[in-house]
């Protein structure tokens, strides 16, 4: 059974930071064979790409909006990926979710396309207090 377990979301004041970790489990391929991506979703808006970083990390993309502010990173050994999120900012707050898929190709300027994310996790709430 595949597991996608995002944490570390929570209620923050602008100007502050937070760090969430998606951790998987189940995966039919190894974890580092999957491309990851955050995605987001604000209410009465579509779910947007937030970041995605390539299987062997060298190669990211971000969304405008969060270049400079945020940093996606992943521990392969520990199937484990990050997003490091400082400076926010109130139109940060949304459900933040973590997705794997084998086969999208992470492009810096292209946002990930999510329907090539097999594997999708539950999300975790990120409120952003102005």
């Known amino acids: 059974q595949v597991q996608v377990v995002e944490s570390g979301g929570g209620l923050v004041q602008t100007g502050g930071s937070l760090r969430l970790s998606c951790t998987t489990s189940g995966l039919p391929y190894d974890f580092e064979d999957y491309a990851m991506g955050w995605f987001r979703q604000a209410p009465g808006k579509a779910r947007e790409g937030v970041s995605a970083i390539s299987q062997d990390g060298g190669s990211i993309y971000y969304r405008d909006s969060v270049k400079g502010r945020f940093t996606i990173s992943r521990d392969n050994a520990k199937n484990t990926l990050y997003l490091q999120m400082n400076n926010l900012k109130p139109e940060d707050t949304a459900i933040y979710y973590c997705?794997?898929?084998?086969?999208?190709?992470?492009?810096?300027?292209?946002?990930?396309?999510?329907?090539?994310?097999?594997?999708w996790g539950q999300g975790t709430q990120v409120t952003v207090s102005s």
């Open positions: 997705a794997a898929g084998l086969n999208p190709a992470v492009v810096p300027g292209r946002e990930p396309p999510q329907h090539y994310y097999n594997y």
